[in-house]
C-alpha cells in the first residue's frame, strides 16, 4: 500500500452563532487519502459538505472554528501549528482549495497574473516577475489554458474559462493535496466536462498528488474519484471505492441517494426514482441516536438512543450502522421484487 | 486601448448631447414661466414712478436689452452667443456691475472653501470607515454612531451650533466674512491671516459632514467586499491579509468616487448654506441675494454654472472610472 498524502484523524468544527451556540457542522470526520488517489464526498445541501472542504484546509476564521482532530499532510500534522504559519507555508502551497462560486472568486480589479504574483510572492516573496510569468504561462499552457488570460481581468473570461483559470492558479504552487468544493456545479456540461478534465489531468500530470472532490452530483464523483465518501449531517456515513459504493450501497442512506439519482444508462433507466422523505436534522441539537433514524426506512427504536460508530469491515469499506450488512443488502434485494 | 479610445469618445458625445439639452433648458425654462419677466423687473424698478411714458420707456429699454420682442428662436441664438461670450448681461441687484464680473469675484470662494473641505472630508471620512469595517469592536461600535450623527444633522445646523460653540462662546474664530471688515484685500501678512481664520469654521463645517456620510458608505461597502468570495479565496492560497485588504478597499473605493463626484459637481448648491450663515463672499451668499433680489440674469447664469459642474464632474467621474473599473471597460468593449 502507498503512504497517505493526506491523513485526517477525528476532525471536528465547529461554527459559533452570534448567540454562541456552537453547532457541529463537522463531527469526528476521518478521511484519508494516499498518494496518487482521489477521494469524492457527496450529501444533500446542509450535509456539512462545503464546512468540511473548509475544514480540511487546517485553517479557520469565524464563523468557523477547530474544536479537535488531526490534519496530517505528508506526514505534517498542521492542526496544532501557529495559524500564521498555516498560512503562510501550507495554504496553496500543500494543500490548496478550488471554490464552489469561482464566478465570484477572482478580483474583479486585478488581472491574473497579478493575482498569481501575489499568491506566489506570499510564500516565496523574492521571487521575480518575470519567472512567475513564465512558471504562470507554462502551467497555464501545460492545462490548456491560452497564456493571454493571464492578462485579462476575470470579468472579461467566461463561466467555464474563469472556472478553468481559478483551478490553474489554485494549483500554481503544485500543492500535494487539492480540495476541490463543487467545481463544476455552476456551469453548462461542456464547461463541465473541460472542468472535470482539467482535474484529472492534474492528478495525471503530477502536479498534485491527491484529490477530495466535494460535490453533490454522485454519477459525477463515479467518473471522477476512486472512492467516494457519504457524509450526512456532519458525520461520514459510508465509504467505499466509487464502483461498491454505487452498485452495492450498504448504509440505507446511500441507497436512498442511489434511488433518489437520475441515470441514463441503459439497463439503469427503468429502476424508479424515489426522493427521500424528510429533511435532515437540525444540527444545533442533533439526535442522540442516528442521526439518519427519522428518515430512515429500517429504523429500529434501538437506533433512537444508541449512539452508532463508523464501523470498518475490511477492504477500505466502512458504514454507520447498527444493522449488519448482509441484512440490510437482504432488504434491498426483496425491496426490489 | 481600442476599447477605451472608443468608450472616451461615447462618454463624450454623450456629454456634449447633455451640454446641449442643459443649456436648451437653461434658455427655455425662465421663458416659460407665467408672465413677463421684463413687466415684473419693470415694476420693481418703477416703484414710485408716477410717470407712465416714462414706465413704458423703462419697459421698452428692458424688452430690447433682453430681446423679448424677437422670435424665440433667435432669442436662443443670441443667448448662445452671448453665454460663449461670457455675457450674461448686467445683474439687477448689483446693477451696474455685469453678471460675470459678479460670479468671478465670488466663485473662487466657493471652490477655495469646498474643493478643499469636500477633498478632506471624503479622504478623513473614507480611512475611518474602512478602518471601522476591518477593526469593527471598539473602534466601530463609537465611530458609527458619531457618523450618523454627524451626516444627519442638517448643514445649517452643523455651521449654526459651530458658530455659537467656536464664535460665540470660545470667541476662537470670527463669526461671519471671509476677512476682517476692515480690511482691503491685499497680500500682506494681516490680512491671509485674517482669511485663514475666517476660514475654519465654514471649512470644518462641511468636512464634519462630509465624514459623516462617507465613512457610513465606506463602511457598508467595506464590510460587504470583506465577505466577497474573492476574500476567503485569497487567503485559502495563503496571501497575507495586509494585502487582501488592499483588494478590499480599492474595491470599496470604487463606489464612494462616484459621491465625491457627485459632491464636487453640486459643490455650489452644498455651499449654499454655509455661506449664507458665515456671510462668507462665495457664489452661495450671492445666489441667495439674487434670489432675494428677483435677479433673473444672475440666476440664470448661476444655474448654468451649477449644472455644467455636475456635467464636468460626471464627465470625469465616467472616464476616471473606465480606467480604474476592469468591469466598466468589459461591459463597453462588448
Redesign the interface.
Known sequence: MSKPILEVNELTTNYVTRFGDKIFAVDHVSVKVDDGKSVGIAGESGCGKSTLALSL?G?Y?PPLYYASGDIIIDGQNISGMDPDVV???????EI??I?Q?A????????KVIH?IE??IQ??YPHTPKKEIYELARERFELLGLPAEVLQK?S??LSGGMKQRT?IA??VILSPKVLIADEPSSALDVTSQKMVIKMILDLMEKGIIKSLIFITHELPLLYNVTDDIMIMYAGQIVERGSADEMVFDPIHPYTKALMGSIIVPEEGLRDVKLTAIPGTPPNLKNPPSGCRFADRCKFVMPECRVRSVELRDIGGGRSYRCIIPEEDLRKAYKSEKR | MKGYRNYFLKQLVWFLVTVVVAFTLNFILPRLMPGDPVAAIVARMAQGMSNATGVQAVYEQYTELFGTDKPITEQYVIYIRNVLRGDFGYSISQYPRTVADVIQSSIWWTVALQFPAIIVGWILGNSLGALAAYLRKGFDKVLMPISIFLSNIPAFGMAIILLVIFAVNLRWFPTSGGYQFDMVPSTSFEFVWSVIVHYQLPFWSIVLITIGGQAIGMRSMAIYELN???V?????????DS?IIR?VF??AM?PQITGLALSIGTMIGGALVAEIIFSYPGLGSTMLTAVLGGDYPLISAATLIVTLMVLVAFFALEIVYGL????I???QSE
Open positions: 484546509m485553517y476564521f498560512r503562510k507555508t501550507i495554504l496553496g502551497n490548496s482549495y471554490p462560486a464566478m465570484n472568486a477572482l478580483n474583479p480589479t486585478q493575482f501575489d499568491v506570499a510564500h481581468y470579468v472579461e481559478v492558479t489554485s | 466577497a468570495d474573492y476567503k479565496y485569497a487567503r485559502f492560497l495563503g496571501i497575507k494585502k483588494y480599492r474595491n470604487l480604474i473599473d476592469p468591469r471597460k468589459a461591459a
